[in-house]
């Protein structure tokens, strides 16, 4: 079955940077990418990546131009570099893996096949 395992989450000033990692335990999904829920507010979407090849990557309006998201296939490993973050990137950080309905982006349904990490928490403070 497979597994995610988050890392790289911590405290940083506003402006500072932080890299998460993602590692992914047996068959890659179609699709994977970081999800955040920030203090009082819903689980958003970040970024999201197709893993197969021919799609471009998805970012939330937030996150473009700031986050970038990378994909090592050959090691499962889902990487997001952020950078310039400010107060409002602070939330618990998750990795994700699922098969789209249609395109990774957006992601409108739940099912029970999708793979959940454990969150990593991600503080910036001005």
């Known amino acids: 079955q497979a597994r995610l395992v988050e890392s790289g989450g911590g405290s940083v000033q506003a402006g500072g940077s932080l890299k998460l990692s993602c590692a992914a335990s047996?068959?890659?999904?179609?699709?994977m990418g970081w999800f955040r829920q920030g203090p009082g507010k819903e689980r958003e979407a970040v970024a999201l990546i197709y893993t197969g090849y021919g799609e471009p990557t998805n970012y939330a309006a937030s996150a473009q131009g700031r986050f970038r998201l990378s994909l090592d296939r050959a090691r499962k490993m889902l990487y997001l570099q952020m950078n310039n973050l400010t107060a409002d990137d602070t939330a618990i950080y998750y990795c994700?893996?699922?098969?789209?309905?249609?395109?990774?982006?957006?992601?409108?349904?739940?099912?029970?096949?999708?793979?959940w990490g454990q969150g990593t928490l991600v503080t910036v403070s001005s």
């Open positions: 047996g068959a890659l999904h179609n699709c």
């Open positions: 994700a893996a699922y098969e789209p309905v249609r395109y990774c982006w957006p992601k409108t349904d739940t099912n029970p096949s999708d793979v």
